[in-house]
């Protein structure tokens, strides 16, 4: 069974950084998708970025130029780096991860993905 272990988060100025850490455990495969969505109360939860199975990213109109996918290859973790955030990005964010291989586009949606973090706090004061 997979298991998605995520962690970081907190509380920032606007203008500044936090990281999300996230990791999935338990493939048989060595490729897998692993992305990131966040919600706010009320709203439905939102694509944020994804680094696929080709070891691609992608990053919704939102926050791209801001937020960045890298690998930690040590411990097997991807990391969020998120830039110059704003008080419109405080949320809830998720960590969410499939063996599946996406049709075009189809990494969006949340359905896509069987394995789901616990979800972390992000606030930004203004």
């Known amino acids: 069974q997979v298991r998605v272990v995520e962690s970081g988060g907190g509380l920032v100025q606007a203008g500044g950084s936090l990281r999300l850490s996230c990791g999935a455990f338990g493939y048989v495969q060595s490729r897998y998708s692993v992305a990131w969505f966040r919600q706010v109360p009320g709203e439905e939860r939102e694509f944020v970025a994804v680094h696929d199975w080709r070891d691609m990213s992608y990053y919704a109109d939102h926050v791209k130029g801001r937020f960045a996918i890298s690998k930690d290859y040590d411990t097997h973790m991807l990391i969020l780096e998120m830039n110059n955030l704003k008080p419109e990005d405080t949320a809830i964010y998720y960590c969410?991860?499939?063996?599946?291989?996406?049709?075009?586009?189809?990494?969006?949606?949340?359905?896509?993905?069987?394995?789901w973090g616990q979800g972390i706090q992000v606030a930004v004061a203004s």
């Open positions: 969410a991860s499939t063996g599946r291989e996406f049709s075009d586009g189809s990494y969006v949606r949340a359905q896509e993905y069987g394995s």
